[in-house]
């Protein structure tokens, strides 16, 4: 089993829409997440943590199931702006590994 | 303020020469990460630093591939002989001391001709 797993997409919407998906680790000494953003040719940004709780940021919502290990992005209302790659990343210690990534794509 | 800084933005060169490529991290953040990112691949770890502590070299994928930290600031990748599967973008990430949350450079793309 890989030790991070994407569903690739594309995930292909329309705006307003709402867009979720999740990453699968196999690594169950995770303890912290977290999901990037990567426009074409760009470098990764971070996009926002996940907590235990499940956070809340603005129109993204994250959640952590630490039960079947995975985590999931949920993007509500989606704008043009947010068509990019989206990586999910976790670690147990300094180092983190990374997903290869879900392809979204907003269209008008 | 500002954020990682890397170059050359892009780099061409011949297959069997050597490569120098450059990382300066934000300010203050003493931990620092090399990544390389394969066309349409996920991140590849390839080695850490933090503070004065020994590197952590396990993802460097031979010994062509080398890093060197010098003050606790900026660090160069090496990369002798390259070949063309060494073709990829390099990313450079930094910290702060005992945070996981990474922020990246914008890359240095090299291509081996």
């Known amino acids: 089993r890989k030790e991070v797993e994407q569903d690739p997409g594309p995930f292909n919407v329309p705006e307003g829409a709402t867009v979720a998906f999740n990453c699968t680790y196999s690594n169950s000494a995770s303890q912290s997440f977290f999901w990037y953003r990567q426009d074409c040719r760009k470098e990764p940004k971070l996009l926002m943590s996940v907590y235990s709780s499940g956070n809340e940021d603005g129109r993204f919502t994250a959640q952590l199931n630490r039960a079947s290990q995975y985590i999931s992005l949920l993007i509500r209302d989606s704008k043009l702006s947010d068509s990019a790659t989206y990586l999910c990343?976790?670690?147990?210690?300094?180092?983190?590994?990374f997903g290869a990534g879900t392809t979204v794509t907003v269209r008008a | 303020g500002a954020g990682v800084s890397q170059s050359p933005s892009n780099k061409v060169t011949e297959k069997g020469k050597d490569v120098e490529l450059r990382c300066d991290p934000i300010?203050?953040?003493?931990?620092l990460y090399w990544y390389r990112q394969s066309l349409g691949q996920g991140l590849e770890f390839l080695i850490y630093f933090q503070g004065n502590s020994a590197p952590d070299k396990s993802g460097l994928p031979s010994d062509r591939f080398s890093a060197e930290r010098t003050g606790g600031s900026v660090s160069t990748l090496t990369i002798q002989r390259t070949q063309q599967e060494d073709s990829a973008v390099y990313l450079c990430?930094?910290?702060?001391?005992?945070?996981?949350?990474?922020?990246f450079g914008p890359g240095t793309r090299l291509t081996v001709t």
């Open positions: 990430a930094s910290s702060l001391a005992h945070r996981v949350e990474q922020y």
């Open positions: 300010s203050g953040h003493t931990a």
């Open positions: 990343s976790f670690s147990n210690d300094y180092k983190l590994s």
